[in-house]
């Protein structure tokens, strides 16, 4: 089965027992696809942490069916709501820079306090399929007005294939399903439309190289895996068209904050006259605050992400160490591009400025609402 598409899901309940939710361990890829059991909330919040599930809309996806998981712990006690509320604050401290997990929990948040105790998990659930639901449609919006961008390229190259680089991944494996910086990549090939994708490897996780290169192979698109700083040498030379990454959030005057290195990609295609677009579903958008670069918290994440790597030696995964003993080690996991290097933004309702005139248009009544 193609690894995106209409039967394709990141999280799903499990097909013979409705109490235990699933989900791709995503540490496992490109060697091994591996499913795992969330049976209690805490499994969800472990899975967040420790990067099982990764990509802003999957998180917020996943939290919302951990307090799913929390209820069905809590059935019959008398306190039921109160200790799920407990579990909503606790996931909310698992990754910081992603806004949609604090979306996700705030919408949970509503449902529980409106819900009777008795119909408690019964009502999550059906909350989190609507979260999952909803997120393959702003996905499939984004790939279609993202289509456009790559269809008005491919006219101009008159047949050449489209060369687009990424950063990171921002794919099925992100979302619930096709993605959002590859949506509109899954939108052209089916139109018919060349398209190569230049894949930055993305340390230190290499999120690049083992889930967009395998999501990408998996759905028969041409790509070509890069070191993560080959990225302005292709640009200088005219072998990139377009750049599209994701964004795990988003301030209301368009700064965006994405996998560390994203900044730099962007300066090198400004530089070099390249349209550079961040695409991004609008539950993704933390309209409270308009400077990413003072109000986004950068999450800073465990030195052994850099320190060593996961591979396959034979049949064998194995994890080797690449530094030093005594060398110290910085892992800064996003990085914040300022709005004015950013082309245009891609969302499920259309393509605007990166400016929060731009962001208004599109959404009126989500800038009210916070404004």
Same mark, same amino acid.
């Given at each position: 089965m193609k690894r995106t598409g209409e039967q394709f899901r990141t999280i799903w309940q499990h097909p013979e027992n409705p109490a235990i939710v699933q989900i791709i361990d995503q540490r496992k890829l490109p060697h091994e696809?591996?499913? /795992? +059991?969330?049976?209690?909330w805490q499994d969800g919040a472990t899975a967040i942490q420790e990067m099982l599930v990764r990509g802003a809309p999957l998180i917020g996806a996943t939290a919302a069916w951990s307090l799913y998981l929390a209820a069905i712990d809590a059935a019959g006690n008398d306190d039921n709501k109160a200790t799920v509320l407990t579990a909503a604050d606790a996931l909310e401290a698992t990754r910081p820079t992603a806004i949609? #997990?604090?979306?996700?929990?705030?919408r949970m948040r509503k449902v529980i306090e409106a819900s009777t105790p008795d119909k408690l998990?019964?009502?999550?659930?059906?909350?989190?399929r609507d979260i999952c639901d909803e997120d393959v449609e702003i996905s499939r919006g984004i790939g279609q007005h993202g289509l456009t961008l790559i269809e008005e390229i491919a006219a101009r190259k008159k047949g050449e294939p489209v060369n687009v680089l990424t950063h990171c991944n921002a794919g099925s494996l992100a979302t619930i399903n096709y993605g959002t910086a590859t949506a509109p990549v899954y939108f052209a090939m089916a139109r018919g439309i060349d398209v190569h994708v230049w894949v930055d490897e993305t340390r230190p996780r290499n999120q690049g190289s083992q889930l967009t290169a395998w999501e990408l192979a998996e759905n028969d698109v041409p790509h070509t895996l890069i070191v993560d700083n080959a990225g302005g040498h292709l640009m200088q030379h005219g072998q990139v068209d377009i750049c599209l990454t994701g964004t795990d959030r988003t301030t209301r005057n368009g700064d965006v904050a994405n996998k560390i290195g994203t900044?730099?990609?962007?300066? @090198? @295609?400004?530089?070099? %006259?390249?349209?550079?677009?961040?695409? #991004?579903?609008?539950?993704?958008?933390?309209? /409270?605050i308009t400077d990413g670069l003072k109000n986004i918290p950068i999450e800073e994440r465990d030195p052994n992400e850099v320190s060593h790597i996961c591979g396959r030696a034979g049949d064998q995964l194995c994890t080797v160490d690449t530094v030093?003993?005594?060398?110290?080690?910085?892992?800064?996991?996003? +990085?914040?591009?300022?709005?004015?290097?950013? /082309? %245009?933004?891609?969302?499920?309702?259309?393509?605007? +400025?990166?400016?929060?005139?731009?962001? @208004? %248009?599109?959404?009126?009544?989500?800038?009210?609402?916070?404004?």
């Open positions: 696809y591996v499913t /795992t +059991d969330l049976v209690t949609n #997990l604090r979306w996700a929990l705030d998990a019964e009502t999550l659930a059906a909350e989190s900044y730099l990609k962007a300066l @090198a @295609a400004r530089d070099n %006259g390249i349209p550079f677009y961040v695409a #991004l579903p609008s539950t993704t958008i933390d309209w /409270t030093a003993s005594k060398t110290r080690i910085s892992n800064y996991a996003f +990085d914040v591009t300022p709005a004015r290097l950013i /082309t %245009g933004l891609i969302t499920e309702c259309g393509v605007c +400025d990166a400016s929060e005139d731009g962001l @208004a %248009g599109l959404f009126p009544e989500l800038a009210r609402k916070t404004g």
